[in-house]
Structures are given as structure tokens and as C-alpha cells.
């Protein structure tokens, strides 16, 4: 694990230390090489529980995917926020790569964490600098809500999970993810305990977020510029759903009786916020929406608790990282040229970026869960699997998948096809460093096709 | 409860409470402040008699010095109002608030 | 100030506190608060001005009153048990008295009401000295005296965190967000009081460290409200950019040093079986973090609109020592790690 930690660490001084000329290829360059180096965990998958295990930190075939997904989203997100920040003074840009690097750091010890407590650290303080990156290099006023909102809505649930953590260890006596599985189940039936059990789950919950507590995630996501719209959308919502899968093992016989109310606002979110993004007019908050929708199909794959539901949750975070990390990704080139993000005003854009509609067809086709894609993969074992768990399900799953197509179809045809507006004279042309970053997001979405065990290695 | 602890207890109690619930004058909580440290002086002397030895002799003496320096700190401060806020009125001390 | 007389000062103000340190008599311990006392009044009213002289007679009257009370309670004491020793309180009346006057004597809800009055009226250097070193005295007390009655303290201790979040949220003045948060802060120190020590002493070094830094960030800005602070990119930009991470070390989150306190505390009670007394009191200190976002905002997360003349303001090259500053700022942010080594430095 230091081989990867100690080079996100040296990231830091490379980035104070090039001259502002190299600052961006040198710190590119050095990231993709972290990127590289961390396929190495890959040989790691042929064996089936934890590997390069010390005392603090582990992988096992859960944290992997996530893992790689972490470590090769830092150079994506320094490719994307090059234009953003090239007419900012040297050392504000030498900060936001610095606060990047950090979120990599913090992110790498949070799903290598074999202990709780060093989880819920590193899971914290992912806050601070995310929310540097949204209020400080954000474009509106706005961006002052979405970072309280961020930072309490995240805190307001997170602190009950510190207490009931050290609940846990008071009884248990240790917090670490590899032995607390096999903890006999004590915590049956009182009312604390079962307060006890939302306290576990209410923190990642929130942080995915569910249906219900998702206010903050289109504020910030709208307010964020783009490489805070990436991680959070490709990385940080992930933590949510990967605290929950580590705590299910513990949580286990009071699931059963709890988690229905969750799973009807998962199913119920899913439905709802495919509905909200088909009226959106915000291309940011209706990807943002989107992210809410399938984020909902994580939560309830995760609460049933099947093997099959468990991988599928798996798969649809690393597919879904990916894929709406791209949206984002292009959602930013259309702001960069055209200055907003009202799908009203940048219409048929496919007249003017002809290649940009390529990648914008692929993304919105892996959004929507094409065939052989991932995503499809991901979708349609966590439907059999709650199809399987109660068959009523399929109303709200099979609407919502509908809604999910109709909506990604909709943003497709809204922001690319029809006569381009007459307000939108002259836009740049697309650099390739745009398409870089698009194919480097699209490129791993559809290499997984032919190998998907590097994601479901769990199942097996 | 011995009377002379009721009484010094009483008179203790009674400045306090003036302290607490009469603030007019600034002067007068001064005054409170003097019976609540006079009240101590006779406790302690009490003491010292009861004890009937001499190791404890000194301290209402010691009691009595502090309370001299802390009640000419008091007028200072009384002064000094009365030259910045033109008044020793208590309501008066009101620049601070928010 | 005439150099000789505050070299006196000083000297006062360290005297007393060592012989309270030192003292295992209460009338010596009360002798030592009351040195401390008259030896800060002439260095706060050092400026003649009627803030700072309305500041001082607050802050004599609350103090003598406090020391007052606390003298009564002993000798109470020792009339009822004929016991002097200050860790020999067995009576639940004195000791309660007790807790109180030295409640008064710090500043914890309810009896907070001098506290951010007093600050707001010192100037940055006195009102330092003020959150910082007048603070220990009554803490070494607390320290060895053994509460009759624990519902006492987690009351005080509830309510003062509850307070300090409430009542700095609507506060634009930067000495008045200190002395709500140091509020705040003693409130949390008070919960553990009981249970351990050893946490409480831990909870109240770190916390000194982050407020001395923060004072000496306003005091390196000469900043006292939030609209100076707003510009203080201009004077002082790393500074300026570290400052929110200050900022949030004393709201407690990970991975800060102020952090370390929170999870102590927190753990203690939960091993109490207090969770629901734990989960509050985390809660409630989302309200401080409240207005620390708010300076961040203020100072680092956003550039204020300014005109030319507001963002030049007449500065002269500071004088002021970078060492300290440098220093507690390292502390306050980088402690976290260092846990295990904090604790057992404090482990007696």
C-alpha cells in the first residue's frame, strides 16, 4: 500500500516544486504514472479475501475496483480543469492540484482502511478539501449553500456514525473490518439497538445519497467546477456505498427487520428522480439527478443483502463512476464555450462539435444502460436480484429503468441535435485534450465489457 | 448548624443576594462585595478561635489584606467609570453589548 | 505601560497561577486566583478608554464575586468537615458551590453572560491572556476537587456547548465568535470532567493551542470583525490560507488536531453508556462549526467585493514574533496522528 501512498503524498511537493510552465504535464504525468502502477492491484484479484495486509490497511476484491476507479480519476480530473485554471496566478492553481492530490490520499486510506475508526477519519476528511474545491473555485454566489449544505447535511449523519461506531468497539473491543464480521450477533431487539443500526447506516446513506436526503448533492454538484463534480460524482459518492457494504456484515440480523423503509425510498427515489430529470433544464443538476437515480438502485442492491445484489452494486459504482464522470466532463466543455448550462440556450450542438456528439452519444448510451455495457450488467443483476427479494419491485425498477432511458435520450437530443441556436456564432473547436479526457473515461467503460471479472471477482 | 455559622452564613448570603438582584449603583455592589468579604473575615476568625491554636491565626489577617487590594481595585474601576461613563449607574455599562 | 510595572504585571499573573498549581490549601488556592485577578485589571483597563474600562469592571466584579463564593464554599467546607485539603471534598454542598463559583470563574452557561462582553471590550493580546492563561487556574482546581453529584456537570456541560453554538451563530465580531467558542469548548471539557481527567486536561491544551493561533492570526491581521478579515489576503495570503484549516480544527473535524479532543470525549462517554448524551453533544457542535464555516468563508473561500481603497489598508511591517504563530499553528492542525503520544503524555 505505501507504494502507492508515498508517491500520492510526493504528488504534493512536485506540484510546488515544477516550474508553473511544466505544472500541468509534469503533475499529469506523474499521476497517470500512480494510475498505471495501481493496475498492479489487479494480480491482486486472483486471490479471493484481503491481500497486502499490515497492520492498517488491506485490499480485497471489494475496495479494488474502487481503488484503481480513485487512482485513475486524479489525472482525469487535472485534465479536465487545465482551461478552468489557466488564468489563474501559479500558486492557486498549485493549490488546487494540491487539494486533488490530498482528496486522492484521504481516499486511498478510506477503502483501504481495515479499521473502522481510520475509515471514518479518512472519510471525513474528504470534507474539507471538497468543499474548498466547491466554495473557493466554484462560479456563483450559490456555491456558499452547496458547501454548508455539503458539509452539514455530511456531518449531521456522520457524527451519529462516530458514536455508534464507538458503541461498537465498547462492546465488540475492536473496530476492525476483519474481525468484527465474525462477531457472534449480540444486538438483537431493544429499541437502542435499533437506533443504533440507523446510526450505522444513516451517514451512508446520506453520503450516496438516498432519496430523501439528496438536497445537497445537485447544489454541489451544480456549484463545483468540474474536477469537483468529477470526484464527487465518480469517487466520493462511491464511499457511501462501499461504508455500507463493510458495515452490512456487522449489521446483520437487525437488516432484515429495518432496512424496508430505505429500500421503499431507494425504489421510490429511483422512480422520482428520473422523473425530476426529465423536466430538468439544468444539464449539471439533471446528471447530478441522474447520479440520485441510480445511486438509489446501489442502496437498495446493497440493503437486500444477496450475493448477486451485492456484485451488481458493485459493477453500477464503478460503471457509474465512470459514466457520469464523463457527462460531467462534457457537460464542462459545452460551459466552457458557451458560458451556461440551461440546456435551453446550448442546443444542436452536434452542427458545430461534430466529434464531441460521438462522445456525447456514447456517454448518454452507457447512462442509459445500453447492452453490453457495463452499466446494463450492473442494472440487470440488481434487478433480478430485487425482482427475486419481492416481485412488486419490478413496477418501481422497470419504470424507473424506462424513466432512465427517456431521460438520457432527452438530454442527448436537447443538447446535440436540431438547428443550432443563432446566438452561439463562433465556439472553439474542440481541443484534444477534451477528447483525451472522454476517451480515457469512455475507453476503461467499454474495455469492461470483455473482462468484467476485474469488477466481479466478488461474486465468485 | 452552630449560630455563628448561620450567622456568618446569613450575612454572606444576604450580600450575594444583593449583588445578584440590586444593580443600580455600582458602588453599592462594591458594598455587597465588602459585607460578602467581612462575612468571610469573621468565619475564618471564627475559626481560628475555635481552633485555639495558632498555626490558622493568620489567615483572617491574610483575608483581610486581599480584600483591602481588591476593594481599592474596586474603587479604581469605580473611578475610572465615573470619568469614562460619566455615571456609576450599572444600566450604564451597556457598550459592550450586542 | 511603564516597562517595570508590567514586568510586575506579568509576574503577578504567573505567581498566581503557580500558587494555585501548587496549593493543596483552599486558602492558598484562593489567594493565588486573587493575585491573578488584581494582576490583569491594570492590564486591562491599560488603555483609558470606556470599552476597556467597562470590560475590566465586569470582568472584577464576576471575578471577585466567583472567588468569593469560592472561599465561602471552602470554609463551609471546613466548618462542616474540618478539612481544608482541596482534594478532600466530601461534603456534596460545598463541592457543588464550588463547582459552581468556578463556573463563574471561567465562563460556562448558564453564567457566560460576562464572557463575551469582557473579550469584545480587551485588546487582541489582553484578551489572549484572558482565554488562555487565566483559564488554567480554575481548571487546575477543578481538576482535583471530585463532583458529589455528576448530573451537575453534564448540565453545565450540555448547556455551555448548546450556548456557545447558539449564541455565536448570529455574532460578527471576532472576539465575541472567540468567547462564544471557548464556551463551547469548556462545555466539552466539563462532560468529561467526571469520567477522566486526564481528557479533560488534553481537551484543554489543545484547545488553547488552536485559540492562541487564532488570536495571533487576528492579531497579525489586527482584525476584530469579520469585514477586515475579509481582506486579509492582501496582507498575509499562506496565512490566510492555512487560516481555514484553523478555523475548522477548532470546529473538530477530522483530520485536525481538534478532532482528537471530540473522538476522546466521545468515546469516554460512550464507554459510560451515554451514547445518547455523546450523539447530543456531537450535534450541538455542529452549531459552532456553523460560524467557524462562516469566517473560512469570510476570509479564505471567497473573495469579497471590495473597492481599491478597501483592500489597502494603511499597514506598517509587523513586528510581532512569527515563532508562536508558526508554532501553534502546526500544533493545531497537524496533531491528529500524534494521539496515542498526546495521551500518554497526559496519563498521570
Known amino acids: 500500500m505505501l507504494k502507492m501512498i508515498i508517491p500520492t503524498i510526493m504528488l504534493i511537493p512536485t506540484t510546488w516544486l515544477t516550474p508553473a510552465k511544466w505544472l500541468w504535464p509534469a503533475t499529469l504525468a506523474h499521476s497517470l504514472l500512480i494510475a498505471m502502477y495501481s493496475t498492479t492491484w489487479l494480480t491482486c484479484l486472483a486471490e479471493t479475501s484481503w491481500s497486502t495486509l499490515n497492520s492498517y490497511v488491506a485490499v480485497d476484491p471489494i475496495s479494488i475496483p474502487l481503488l484503481m476507479l480513485t487512482c485513475w480519476l486524479l489525472p482525469l480530473m487535472i485534465l479536465a480543469s487545465q482551461n478552468h485554471l489557466a488564468l489563474e496566478p501559479a500558486n492557486r492553481q498549485r493549490t488546487y492540484i494540491s487539494l486533488l492530490t490530498s482528496l486522492q490520499f484521504f481516499l486511498i486510506l478510506a477503502f483501504s482502511a481495515t479499521e473502522m475508526a481510520l475509515f471514518y477519519i479518512a472519510f471525513e476528511a474528504t470534507l474539507i478539501p471538497t468543499l474548498i474545491i466547491i466554495t473557493r473555485w466554484g462560479n456563483q454566489a450559490e456555491r456558499i449553500t452547496a458547501g454548508v449544505y455539503f458539509l452539514f447535511y455530511t456531518l449531521m449523519a456522520s457524527l451519529p456514525l462516530l458514536v455508534a461506531l464507538l458503541v461498537l468497539q465498547h462492546h465488540a473491543g475492536s473496530l476492525s473490518i476483519l474481525t468484527t464480521q465474525f462477531l457472534y450477533p449480540t444486538y438483537y431487539t431493544s429499541y437502542s439497538n435499533k437506533l443504533w443500526w440507523a446510526g450505522c447506516m444513516l451517514a451512508f446513506l446520506v453520503k450516496l445519497p438516498l432519496y430523501g436526503v439528496h438536497l445537497w448533492l445537485p447544489k454541489a454538484h451544480v456549484e463545483a467546477p468540474v474536477a469537483g463534480s468529477m470526484i464527487l460524482a465518480a469517487v466520493l459518492l462511491k464511499l457511501g456505498g462501499y461504508g455500507m457494504m463493510r458495515m452490512m456484515a456487522i449489521l446483520d440480523p437487525l437488516t432484515k427487520e429495518l432496512s424496508y423503509p430505505f429500500i421503499i425510498f431507494a425504489l421510490w427515489g429511483l422512480v422520482m428522480m428520473g422523473s425530476t430529470c426529465l423536466r430538468q433544464a439544468d444539464l449539471k443538476s439533471m446528471i447530478a439527478y441522474s447520479s440520485v437515480a441510480h445511486m438509489g438502485l446501489v442502496v437498495a442492491g446493497i440493503l437486500i443483502q444477496t450475493q448477486w445484489s451485492f456484485t451488481g452494486a458493485l459493477i453500477l459504482m464503478i460503471a457509474h463512476g465512470l459514466t457520469a464522470s464523463a457527462l460531467f466532463c462534457l457537460a464542462n466543455t459545452n460551459y466552457e464555450r458557451t458560458h451556461s448550462r440551461v440546456m435551453l440556450l446550448t442546443r444542436g450542438l452536434q452542427m458545430a462539435l461534430p466529434l464531441m456528439t460521438a462522445w456525447w452519444f456514447l456517454a448518454t448510451l452507457a447512462n442509459l444502460a445500453l447492452p453490453p455495457l457495463p452499466n446494463l450488467m450492473a442494472e440487470l443483476m440488481v434487478l433480478t436480484a430485487l425482482c427475486n427479494w419481492s416481485p412488486w419491485t419490478i413496477l418501481f425498477t422497470g419504470a424507473g429503468v424506462l424513466i432512465t432511458a427517456a431521460y438520457s435520450l432527452y438530454m442527448f437530443l436537447m443538447t446535440q441535435r436540431g438547428r443550432l441556436p443563432p446566438h452561439i456564432k463562433s465556439l472553439d473547436p474542440s481541443h484534444s485534450r477534451e477528447h483525451l479526457v472522454i476517451a480515457l473515461h469512455l475507453t476503461p467503460v467499454t474495455l469492461l465489457i470483455f473482462k468484467p471479472e476485474l469488477i466481479w471477482t466478488w461474486l465468485i | ?98 | 505601560m511603564n516597562p517595570y510595572v508590567l514586568i510586575t504585571l506579568l509576574f503577578g499573573l504567573g505567581l498566581g497561577t503557580t500558587i494555585t498549581f501548587t496549593s493543596s490549601h483552599w486558602l492558598l488556592a484562593w489567594m493565588g486566583l486573587e493575585i491573578n485577578t488584581l494582576a490583569i485589571i491594570p492590564l486591562m483597563t491599560q488603555h483609558h478608554h470606556p470599552r476597556a474600562v467597562e470590560a475590566t469592571t465586569k470582568y472584577f466584579l464576576t471575578q471577585a464575586t466567583a472567588a468569593a463564593m469560592l472561599l465561602f464554599a471552602s470554609t463551609t467546607n471546613a466548618w462542616l468537615t474540618g478539612q481544608w485539603e482541596i482534594q478532600q471534598m466530601t461534603h456534596p454542598f460545598p463541592t457543588t458551590m464550588i463547582i459552581l463559583a468556578l463556573a463563574l470563574k471561567v465562563g460556562l452557561a448558564p453564567m457566560h453572560s460576562w464572557l463575551p462582553e469582557v473579550l469584545q471590550g480587551l485588546s487582541l493580546t489582553t484578551g489572549l491572556i484572558l482565554s488562555t492563561w487565566q483559564k488554567l487556574a480554575p481548571f487546575a482546581l477543578l481538576l482535583q476537587i471530585q463532583p458529589a453529584d455528576p448530573f451537575i456537570l453534564i448540565t453545565l456541560g450540555l448547556t455551555s456547548t448548546l450556548v456557545g453554538g447558539w449564541g455565536g451563530l448570529n455574532q460578527t465580531q471576532l472576539r465575541k465568535i472567540l468567547a462564544y467558542s471557548s464556551i463551547a469548548h469548556l462545555g466539552w471539557m466539563m462532560l468529561i470532567l467526571q469520567f477522566s481527567p486526564t481528557i479533560t486536561l488534553l481537551t484543554l491544551i489543545t484547545y488553547l493551542l488552536m485559540t492562541t493561533s487564532t488570536f495571533l492570526v487576528f492579531k497579525l491581521n489586527k482584525a476584530t470583525n469579520i469585514a477586515t478579515l475579509a481582506i486579509s489576503w492582501t496582507k498575509t495570503p499562506a496565512l490566510t490560507s492555512l487560516t481555514p484549516l484553523i478555523l475548522l480544527s477548532l470546529g473538530g473535524l477530522p483530520p485536525l488536531t481538534g478532532f482528537m479532543p471530540k473522538w476522546l470525549i466521545l468515546q469516554e462517554l460512550t464507554k459510560q453508556d451515554l451514547s445518547t448524551l455523546a450523539t447530543l453533544t456531537a450535534l450541538t457542535a455542529l452549531l459552532s462549526l456553523f460560524f467557524y464555516l462562516r469566517l473560512s468563508y469570510a476570509m479564505a473561500l471567497t473573495l469579497s467585493p471590495n473597492n481599491a481603497t478597501g483592500t489597502t489598508p494603511w499597514r506598517l511591517s509587523s513586528t510581532q514574533s512569527n515563532l508562536p504563530l508558526a508554532l501553534s499553528t502546526t500544533t493545531s492542525i497537524l496533531l491528529l496522528p500524534l494521539a496515542p503520544a498526546a495521551m500518554a503524555l497526559f496519563t498521570p
Open chain 2, 1 to 98: 448548624m452552630t449560630p455563628s455559622h448561620f450567622a456568618f452564613t446569613s450575612a454572606f448570603m444576604l450580600g450575594l443576594t444583593g449583588l445578584a438582584l440590586h444593580r443600580y449603583h455600582l458602588l453599592s455592589a462594591l458594598l455587597c462585595l465588602e459585607g460578602m468579604m467581612l462575612s468571610l473575615f469573621i468565619a475564618l476568625s471564627l475559626w481560628t478561635l475555635q481552633l485555639d491554636s495558632t498555626c490558622f491565626s493568620a489567615s483572617p489577617m491574610l483575608l483581610l489584606a486581599f480584600s483591602a487590594c481588591e476593594a481599592s481595585a474596586g474603587l479604581a474601576l469605580l473611578v475610572a467609570t465615573a470619568r469614562t461613563h460619566g455615571t456609576d449607574h450599572l444600566q450604564s455599562l451597556n457598550l459592550l453589548q450586542c
